[in-house]
């Protein structure tokens, strides 16, 4: 039987962060490695994870050609199956359709953050893609995962709680750090807008303990979130395979920047990486 597949998405978690956190849990699943998104942005790199580009190693002396085929043969193991080609995966290069065509799963999507929701173009190849009722509640989805035996089934998780504004999901919104225009961007930019023309901000960037506080709670989001896997862990059938990731990096006042997107850092690429089975 082919294996059940969780792509689980950290939003924003930088590598640094996850490693502070000390995650025994996830730990178990095999080494974390550090690795490099595609893309600096929520959308465009959840586009390359949903075509099966995970994030790279960075190697030196190889065709991108080379190190694409290898990797993607990773997807065998994922998958618990010994001859996926590439060719299969053609012309429509996207794994939800591929999953569910192809190899007869059941394509599920829950996420977090909207602009993933489920009219965007991602949207395709899913029996069911739901935008979650919360930004920030993992757990949540834990709950509304299903695995009947008649089918494998793929699910691509997209959790918010490593996103800013870094809020556990019992924690009030009145006790969030703020700052206009970062929060809510998709649901209020219009109303920054007057007469064609962004609204000047008059608020100050973040200074050096701020960036500290804010690099403390995502590290304190990814320590509440390796309890939450311990519960995805306790729930999914043996045939599971899962891979943990996150979609970019973030960054905390190097260099003078702050989150993600149009960053040229080191820091917005490196991403955690790890997968396997639990057992
Ligand atoms: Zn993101």
């Not at 959840?46 to 997807?75: D, R």
Request: net charge positive; proline share 6%.
């Amino acid at each position: 039987m082919a294996n059940n597949y969780i792509l689980v998405v950290f939003d924003s978690c930088r590598y640094d962060s996850f490693l502070r956190a000390r995650p025994k849990v996830m730990r178990k699943l095999g080494k974390v490695q550090r690795r490099f998104s595609y893309a600096s942005w929520t959308s465009p790199s959840h586009y390359n994870l949903l075509i099966g580009l995970m994030p790279h190693l960075s190697p030196k002396h190889v065709y991108a050609s080379e190190y694409y085929k290898k990797e993607f043969l990773h997807f065998n193991e994922r998958l618990g199956q010994q001859n996926i080609e590439f060719r299969s995966l053609v012309p429509r290069l996207y794994l939800p359709l591929f999953l569910r065509e192809t190899l007869g799963y059941r394509t599920h999507a829950m996420v977090s953050l909207p602009v993933l929701n489920p009219k965007t173009i991602l949207n395709e190849g899913f029996d069911t893609y739901k935008l979650m009722d919360k930004h920030n509640d993992m757990r949540a989805m834990v709950r509304q995962l299903k695995f009947p035996a008649d089918r494998p089934s793929f699910y691509l998780l997209n959790v918010g709680e490593t996103h800013y504004p870094y809020a556990l999901p019992d924690e009030p919104e009145e006790e969030w750090p703020r700052i206009s225009g970062v929060h809510g961007v998709f649901k209020h930019l219009d109303e920054h807008v007057v007469g064609g023309k962004l609204k000047k901000s008059k608020e100050k960037f973040f200074d050096d303990q701020k960036m500290e506080t804010l690099r403390r709670r995502q590290i304190r989001a990814v320590s509440h979130l390796d309890r939450v896997v311990e519960e995805l862990f306790d729930i999914v059938p043996k045939n599971t395979y899962i891979t943990i990731t996150s979609d970019h990096g973030e960054l905390f006042g190097e260099e003078g920047y702050f989150g993600h997107g149009p960053i040229q850092h080191p820091k917005v690429w490196e991403v955690p990486f790890v997968e396997g089975k639990i057992r």
